[in-house]
């Protein structure tokens, strides 16, 4: 019903085999990236990282890590902004500082700029502003790998039973997530792979 009410959104990939988007929000950080990065690359996996502006200043090694292994960043505001909470004009520069930084690092973010707003949060007027530059990316599984009072096992039981072929998957490179992602990503993307999957970025 969400996807019917808020069109003009990417939620999911029409796809004819089996492939599968991983995407990561909120990194990188160095005690939890690299970590993600060993996963998937056991798997050969690719993934795209909806990255935060701020980590990308204060850990740019990690964010050349990401690329250098052919997975992608994409933007996630500046500070990781509430957009329900924000102005337009606030929360359309602190986008742009996020842009600015991937463009500073001089790392590909592909012809159609990727945005993901924090939360799923974002205004009509915020999208409508955005649009003509970014693909609005949404997702269809949420993993809720954040939420510490969720279990790790139900944590990947309840990603693995969303998923079907062209889901757009989010789990969290963040401390906070830490917990139930390193339980349910290996396992998850084991899964997967087991059954024919493949990996690819958005």
């Known amino acids: 019903m969400l996807r019917s009410l808020l069109p003009g959104y990417t939620w999911r990939k029409e796809e004819q085999g089996k492939v599968l988007y991983l995407t990561f929000d909120d990194g ?8 993600v990065l060993e996963q998937l690359a056991q798997y050969k996996a690719k993934a795209t990282f909806f990255a935060v502006g701020e980590n990308l200043v204060k850990h740019r090694d990690v964010a050349e890590q990401v690329v250098a ?4 960043l994409a933007n996630h505001t500046h500070n990781h902004l509430r957009g329900w909470e924000t102005s337009l004009n606030s929360y359309l ?8 930084e991937l463009q500073h690092l001089n790392l590909s973010v592909g012809q159609n700029n990727l945005f993901r707003p924090p939360y799923g949060r974002i205004t009509l007027k915020q999208a409508a502003a955005l649009r003509p530059d970014y693909e609005l990316v949404m997702w269809d599984v949420l993993t809720n790998d954040y939420d510490r009072s969720l279990k790790p096992e139900k944590c990947l039981r309840e990603s693995i039973r969303c998923t079907q072929s062209g889901s757009i998957i989010v789990f969290h490179d963040s401390l906070k997530a830490q917990r139930n992602m390193q339980y ?9 792979t087991a059954q024919g999957y493949t990996f690819q970025i958005l």
């Open 28 to 35: 990188p950080i160095p005690e939890v990236t690299p970590w």
């Open 69 to 72: 292994q052919g997975h992608r």
């Open 93 to 100: 520069d602190n986008v742009q500082r996020c842009q600015d």
């Open 184 to 192: 349910a990503l290996p396992r998850f993307l084991d899964h997967f």
